[in-house]
């Protein structure tokens, strides 16, 4: 009677479990997608992540750097999320890849970790996609043709000139946008200009930017690269370093030199990186994102102001 009693109530517990793993799993689905499986060299293959999810979780870690194996990414694309029935949520996540070589392959498969009302994070397992890159064959034709004869260009004057013109016309296009773009940078560190230092004047840009309000969609780009450039000149001022023309990996590099930058190298590294998202991968951040950029760069430049400059601020 006992293992009786024993064996139903290990039955029951299985059942249970079973429902709630159902449960769990009809919450969140991902699929893929890969167009086309049957390639050759060089080609673009448009590879797609969807993820439903209810309306309330978060997707904590996004695919932009994940290992293709074999395969380079050449560009990648969120979509803005799509609402659906039963207050659930489609997000999609758009990549172009190539592959140069021969063979069979797989992308490989991928993890993507979400959070749950409860803080709880769950993960949901990408399959793996079977791609084949086959050697272009010349079906149409037993022989190839002949070349055609090359072009000669006649030994003509006039020619000469058109084609130095037009060097001349870019070279002078080009060395404009330079020299523009070089007075901007300039501008920001004119030593004719009144001293202020580093974090003051960085504070007055930024509630200068902050005073318009926040941007329009077609606007957050402009908007995120205006006050990044505000934190680039502060941290080149600040630490003696170059900013306006490095990477982002770049100038978080240098700051790790420094002792005193060590408390922020987390939190620049997270605006760098929303920053950069939207500025290469079309990413449109939230409100609360954009709303929150200004404060987190004050923040940030809060930080690193010397102590001596806060104690002598003090006594004034």
Same mark, same amino acid.
């Given at each position: %009677? %006992?293992l !009786?009693f024993?064996r139903?109530?290990?039955?029951?517990i299985?059942?249970?479990?079973?429902e709630? #793993?159902d449960?769990?799993? *009809?919450?969140?689905? #991902?699929s893929?997608?890969?167009?086309?499986?049957?390639c050759h =060299?060089g080609?673009?293959?448009?590879? *797609?992540?969807?993820?439903?999810?209810?309306?309330?979780?978060?997707?904590?870690q996004?695919?932009?750097g994940?290992?293709?194996?074999?395969?380079?990414?050449?560009?990648?694309?969120?979509l803005?999320p799509?609402?659906?029935e039963? $207050? !659930?949520?489609?997000? &999609?996540?758009?990549?172009?890849l190539?592959?140069?070589q021969l063979?069979?392959?797989?992308?490989?498969?991928?993890?993507?970790?979400?959070?749950?009302p409860? $803080?709880?994070?769950?993960?949901?397992?990408? &399959?793996?996609?079977k =791609?084949?890159?086959?050697?272009?064959s010349d079906?149409?034709? &037993?022989?190839?043709?002949?070349?055609?004869?090359?072009i000669r260009?006649?030994?003509?004057?006039?020619?000469?000139?058109?084609?130095?013109?037009?060097?001349f016309?870019?070279?002078?296009i080009l060395?404009?946008?330079y020299?523009?773009?070089?007075?901007?940078?300039?501008?920001?560190?004119?030593?004719?200009?009144?001293?202020?230092?580093?974090?003051?004047?960085?504070?007055?840009?930024?509630d +200068?930017?902050?005073k318009? $309000?926040?941007?329009?969609?077609d606007k957050?780009? +402009?908007y995120?690269?205006?006050? %990044?450039?505000?934190?680039?000149?502060?941290?080149?001022?600040?630490? /003696?370093i170059l900013? %306006?023309?490095r990477?982002? +990996?770049?100038?978080?590099?240098?700051l790790?030199?420094?002792q005193?930058? @060590? @408390?922020?190298?987390?939190?620049l590294?997270?605006?760098?990186?929303?920053?950069?998202?939207?500025?290469?991968?079309?990413?449109i951040p939230?409100k609360?994102?954009?709303? /929150?950029?200004?404060?987190?760069a004050?923040? =940030?430049?809060?930080?690193?102001?010397?102590?001596?400059v =806060?104690?002598?601020?003090?006594k004034k």
């Amino acid at each position: %009677m %006992m293992l !009786k009693f024993r064996r139903l109530l290990t039955f029951v517990i299985l059942l249970l479990n079973y429902e709630r #793993v159902d449960l769990e799993a *009809s919450t969140c689905s #991902v699929s893929v997608s890969a167009n086309p499986v049957i390639c050759h =060299i060089g080609d673009e293959i448009r590879y *797609s992540i969807i993820i439903e999810r209810p309306e309330n979780w978060t997707v904590l870690q996004l695919p932009v750097g994940a290992n293709l194996g074999s395969f380079e990414i050449r560009d990648f694309y969120l979509l803005p999320p799509v609402k659906k029935e039963k $207050g !659930k949520v489609k997000q &999609e996540y758009k990549f172009n890849l190539a592959i140069y070589q021969l063979g069979e392959f797989e992308i490989p498969s991928l993890d993507i970790f979400l959070s749950d009302p409860s $803080g709880k994070t769950n993960t949901l397992k990408v &399959e793996k996609v079977k =791609i084949s890159v086959v050697p272009i064959s010349d079906t149409n034709s &037993e022989t190839l043709a002949d070349l055609k004869p090359q072009i000669r260009l006649k030994d003509n004057l006039l020619i000469w000139k058109i084609v130095l013109g037009l060097i001349f016309i870019l070279t002078g296009i080009l060395l404009y946008f330079y020299l523009k773009k070089r007075k901007k940078i300039t501008e920001s560190l004119d030593s004719s200009q009144p001293y202020l230092p580093p974090h003051v004047e960085a504070f007055a840009k930024l509630d +200068e930017i902050e005073k318009r $309000g926040l941007p329009q969609d077609d606007k957050i780009k +402009e908007y995120y690269s205006e006050v %990044m450039d505000v934190l680039r000149v502060f941290i080149a001022r600040r630490f /003696g370093i170059l900013t %306006m023309e490095r990477t982002s +990996e770049e100038i978080i590099d240098d700051l790790e030199r420094f002792q005193e930058a @060590v @408390v922020i190298i987390e939190d620049l590294k997270k605006i760098f990186e929303l920053a950069d998202m939207v500025k290469f991968a079309k990413l449109i951040p939230s409100k609360s994102e954009t709303a /929150g950029l200004i404060p987190e760069a004050k923040s =940030i430049i809060e930080r690193l102001i010397p102590p001596t400059v =806060i104690e002598e601020e003090e006594k004034k």
